[in-house]
């Protein structure tokens, strides 16, 4: 995998507040908070840069990376009152970094999205 700013998270080679962790996944938090939870979801070992880099393969990772997501809404009470996840994919979406990563948005009502 080309190495990215999350690779030097996943090492510890740079400091972030890792919320979520289990053998395949690791959850911090996003240094630039879109809401008053925002989580990032990344897998640990596979070289995936973006959703459209993802295989056939990779579809138990994909569906890790979501459950991960929910446990960690559901063990902080997040669940109920409900959560957005979303998932950008290179230019037009915004993609910033190229090691695939799911966001978690919750604590707060959250506006629309996805209109230019
Ligand atoms: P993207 O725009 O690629 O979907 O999301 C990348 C996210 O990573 C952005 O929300 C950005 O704030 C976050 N981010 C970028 N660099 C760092 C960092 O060094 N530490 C943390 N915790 N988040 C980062």
Excluded: W
Aim: glycine share 8%.
């Amino acid at each position: 995998m080309t190495d990215t700013i999350f690779g030097k998270i996943i090492r510890r080679e740079i400091p972030a507040s890792i919320v979520y962790e289990d053998d395949d996944i690791l959850g911090f938090r996003d240094i630039a908070p879109q809401a008053p939870v925002h989580v990032l979801f990344i897998p640990k070992h596979q070289p995936i840069p973006t959703l459209d880099d993802a295989a056939a393969g990779d579809a138990a990772l994909l569906g890790r990376l979501m459950l991960a997501a929910a446990a960690y809404a559901r063990r902080e009470g997040l669940a109920q009152d409900g959560y957005r996840v979303v998932m950008n994919c290179r230019e037009h979406a915004g993609q910033t970094v190229f090691h695939i990563h799911l966001h978690l948005l919750a604590g707060a009502p959250l506006g629309q999205f996805g209109t230019p």
